[in-house]
C-alpha cells in the first residue's frame, strides 16, 4: 500500500490540537463508510464488489475492496481502503488509501470506484461546518478522475479537487436542523485501455464550532493517529485477498 495518507495523517497529528471547545454537542443520527470497486476485461468476468459500514453512532468504521477481472492476457483491476474515527460528535475525519485502478493489455473493458461517507447529525445549536481536506494522486493525466465532491444537505456543495494541496472550506449551520454531510468520490474508465493505471490517498478532518467562536479547526492528534492506525489495519487485514 501507499504510505501517503498514513504520513499526512502522521504530520497532522504533531499539530496536536483539540476539536471542541464547551458546546452543545449536535445529536449523531447515522454514519456510513463504503468502498465499491468494479472491474471488466471482455471475455472475463465482470466483477463488482462493495464493502460498507455503518452505525447509528459516531463509532470508528475501517472498510477495504477489489474488484479483478481477466481474459487472454489483458487485466483490469480496482481497489480501495477507508477509514474514519471521531473524537466527539462535533469532530471527526476520514481517510481514503490506496484508491485506484491498474488495467494492462486492456483492448476492450471497464473499472470503476467509488469511496463515500456519510454524516446525518442535528445540531442542538447554530453553529459553523470546517473541513480541512487534502487529495494526493499518482499516475493521473485525466482532470476529471480522482476529485471528490462534498456537501452538506440543504446548505451547499464544493468540489474537491486532488493535487492542491491542503485546502479548506466553511459552511453555516441552524439550531434545530438535521444535516446530511456527504464526501464522494465516483469515477470510471471504459474502452481500450491498454495499460494504465493510478493510485491517489485522501483525508477529511473536520469540526463543527459554534457561531462566533474564535477557534479555528484542526485536526485532534489521537483521533489522528488513531485512523492512521485503523487504516493500517484495515490493508493489512484484507492484503492477502486482493490482487
Same mark, same amino acid.
Given at each position: ?13 504533531? &499539530? /496536536?490540537? @483539540?476539536?471542541? +471547545? =464547551?458546546?452543545?454537542?449536535? $445529536?449523531?443520527?447515522?454514519? #456510513?463508510?463504503? !468502498? ?54 462535533? &469532530? /471527526?475525519? @476520514?481517510?481514503? +488509501? =490506496?484508491?485506484?485502478?491498474? $488495467?494492462?493489455?486492456?483492448? #476492450?473493458?471497464? !473499472? ?132
Amino acid at each position: 500500500m501507499s504510505n501517503k495518507l498514513i504520513s499526512t495523517l502522521s504530520v497532522l497529528a504533531l &499539530a /496536536g490540537m @483539540v476539536s471542541t +471547545s =464547551a458546546q452543545a454537542l449536535p $445529536t449523531p443520527v447515522q454514519t #456510513e463508510l463504503s !468502498v465499491y470497486t468494479q472491474a471488466y476485461a471482455a471475455g472475463g468476468d465482470f466483477v463488482g464488489n462493495y464493502d460498507p459500514a455503518w452505525t447509528t453512532g459516531i463509532a470508528p468504521m475501517a472498510v477495504g475492496t477489489s474488484a479483478y477481472s481477466e481474459s487472454n492476457g489483458a487485466t483490469a483491476n480496482s481497489f480501495g481502503f477507508g477509514a474514519s474515527n471521531f473524537s466527539d460528535s462535533a &469532530a /471527526g475525519a @476520514v481517510g481514503f +488509501s =490506496a484508491l485506484g485502478w491498474r $488495467t494492462e493489455n486492456l483492448l #476492450e473493458g471497464r !473499472v470503476q470506484l467509488a469511496a463515500r461517507f456519510l454524516y446525518q447529525f442535528t445540531m442542538n445549536e447554530n453553529g459553523k461546518f470546517n473541513l480541512l481536506w487534502d487529495i494526493t494522486s499518482n499516475g493521473l493525466n485525466d482532470p476529471a478522475i480522482g476529485n471528490f465532491n462534498f456537501s452538506i444537505s440543504g446548505v451547499g456543495s464544493q468540489l474537491l479537487q486532488r493535487d492542491t494541496g491542503s485546502n479548506e472550506v466553511s459552511f453555516d449551520l441552524l439550531a434545530g436542523t438535521t444535516y446530511s454531510m456527504l464526501i464522494l468520490g465516483d469515477w470510471s474508465a471504459e474502452g481500450a485501455l491498454g495499460t494504465q493505471g493510478f493510485s491517489e490517498d485522501a483525508s477529511f478532518v473536520w469540526n463543527i464550532t459554534p457561531t462566533g467562536s474564535s477557534q479555528v479547526p484542526e485536526p485532534n492528534g489521537l483521533l489522528l493517529l488513531g485512523l492512521s492506525l485503523a487504516l493500517l489495519f484495515g490493508v493489512q487485514k484484507r492484503s492477502e485477498g486482493l490482487h
